[in-house]
Nanobody, 117 residues
């Protein structure tokens, strides 16, 4: 079992930046890939970013490519999502999830990001 806690959300103006953190419990964190997802009001949850177990491989949704950066520190059991040049359409609840291959069974509770225009 892995427990995840996201933090770092908040209210920011368009063009601003935020860094989200996802801290995991347990000793096996480094064996899991991690993904960030987001869910805007009235919309489905969608993929944002992925990072491999070592951090050597990352990929992003087209909507955030070039603006968001995912990274991890396995010694701290933490994954980060650096978000720059934020837009109002980035407003959502952001969730981290850990898993292997295409199975991501462990999720955090989410952190709200609100971008004002």
């Amino acid at each position: 079992q892995v427990q995840l806690v996201e933090s770092g959300g908040g209210l920011v103006q368009a063009g601003g930046s935020l860094t989200l953190s996802c801290v995991a419990s347990g000793r096996t964190f480094s064996t899991y890939a991690v993904r960030w997802f987001r869910q805007a009001p009235g919309k489905e949850r969608v993929f944002v970013a992925h990072i491999s177990t070592s951090g050597g491989s990352t990929y992003y949704a087209d909507s955030v490519k070039g603006r968001f950066t995912i990274s991890r520190d396995n010694a701290k059991n933490t994954v980060y999502l650096q978000m720059n040049s934020l837009k109002p359409e980035d407003t959502a609840v952001y969730y981290c999830a850990v898993g292997v291959r295409e199975s991501y069974p462990f999720w955090g509770q989410g952190t709200q990001v609100t971008v004002s225009s």
